[in-house]
């Protein structure tokens, strides 16, 4: 890959990273609004599947392979179960943390497993082990958290 078109992904990655914080205050708004959380968990996932139709439809996407998602194994439709429980724990921890500290978190969370699962080759991940350089990444990520989250 190019350095134009990994600068272009790192950007476009940073991109979808900053909407994140706009998803957990509106998602905890709506939630409010319709009375609970879990509630705002249920539209917000929708409205990104009537977001996605039209998008997969005016791209040309052909239809899914469904038979061959059936025989994958099962680890596969735990994507959709990991969105759940970051839509729903966004509702609920947002706004009691507040939305920075709530993201940190979840970055220290993100780094953690990301970790995990490149070392051990999870998810049908090659196997990336941890280095030095990676474990003082992680820690600089720890020591930023903590010394935001002190308040």
């Known amino acids: 890959m190019g350095q134009a078109t990994q600068l272009f992904f790192l950007l476009l990655s940073a991109l979808a990273g900053a909407v994140v914080p706009y998803q957990a205050s509106a998602n905890g708004q709506l939630g409010r609004v319709l009375g609970h959380p879990l509630w705002a968990t249920l539209v917000s996932l929708m409205v990104g599947v009537l977001a996605?139709?039209?998008?997969?439809?005016?791209?040309?996407?052909?239809?899914?392979?469904?038979?061959?998602a059936f025989t994958a194994p099962a680890w596969i439709w735990f994507g959709g179960v990991a969105g759940l429980v970051y839509v729903s724990t966004a509702?609920?921890?947002?706004?009691?943390?507040?939305?920075?500290?709530?993201?940190?978190?979840?970055?220290?969370?993100q780094v953690l497993g990301a970790m995990l699962m490149d070392?051990?080759?999870?998810?049908?991940?090659?196997?990336?082990?941890?280095?030095?350089?990676?474990?003082?990444?992680?820690?600089?990520?720890l020591v930023g958290f903590i010394v935001y989250s002190k308040h």
Request: charge should be positive.
């Open 119 to 141: 070392h051990f080759g999870l998810a049908g991940l090659a196997a990336q082990p941890v280095s030095a350089r990676k474990l003082i990444g992680a820690a600089c990520v």
């Open 91 to 109: 509702l609920f921890m947002a706004p009691r943390l507040g939305v920075t500290t709530f993201i940190l978190a979840v970055v220290l969370g």
């Open 52 to 68: 996605l139709v039209p998008l997969l439809a005016l791209a040309g996407i052909p239809a899914p392979q469904w038979g061959k």
